[in-house]
């Protein structure tokens, strides 16, 4: 983790923190990653953008994904049709990882998550938390 960069970003912009290249940890050492990972995101008073729990509809869904954070992924520009679908795959000598297969990555319930799910609620919080300060120190600059 980039402590330094995290935190100088932390007031900019809301920060979603990922492990890319997941598929080389072995499940036990990415269990033990993540807990390293929040616990230096914890020590380091680092925010990181939650999903919204205040939703009776969304709040159980969205805790539950929070608790994955970060999230897991794997990705690839590589398609290969596998059981007659058109997947994104990473091919290694010992076998593929399929992007797309919850399974092998957290890559698809990260992208419900953010995409379909909380998307205008990530748009929102970025705008009134990030772009309304940024705003407000511009007119402060410019005798406003």
Request: aromatic share 10%.
């Amino acid at each position: 983790i980039d402590i330094l960069l995290m935190k100088a970003l932390q007031s900019k912009v809301n920060l979603i923190p990922i492990i890319g290249k997941a598929d080389i940890l072995t499940p036990s050492e990415l269990k033990e990653f993540k807990a390293r990972i929040n616990k230096e995101l914890a020590e380091n008073n680092i925010n990181v953008y939650r999903f919204p729990t205040d939703d009776r509809i969304t709040a159980a869904k969205n805790l539950e994904m929070n608790e994955r954070i970060p999230f897991a992924v794997v990705s690839s520009a590589e398609e290969e049709v596998i059981n007659k679908q058109l997947c994104r795959v990473r091919k290694y000598p010992w076998g593929t990882v399929v992007v797309d297969d919850d399974l092998h990555c957290e890559f698809m319930q990260f992208r419900e998550m953010l995409l379909r799910s909380n998307l205008y609620d990530l748009i929102l919080s970025t705008h009134n938390r990030f772009y309304e300060q940024y705003r407000i120190s511009r007119f402060k600059k410019s005798g406003f």
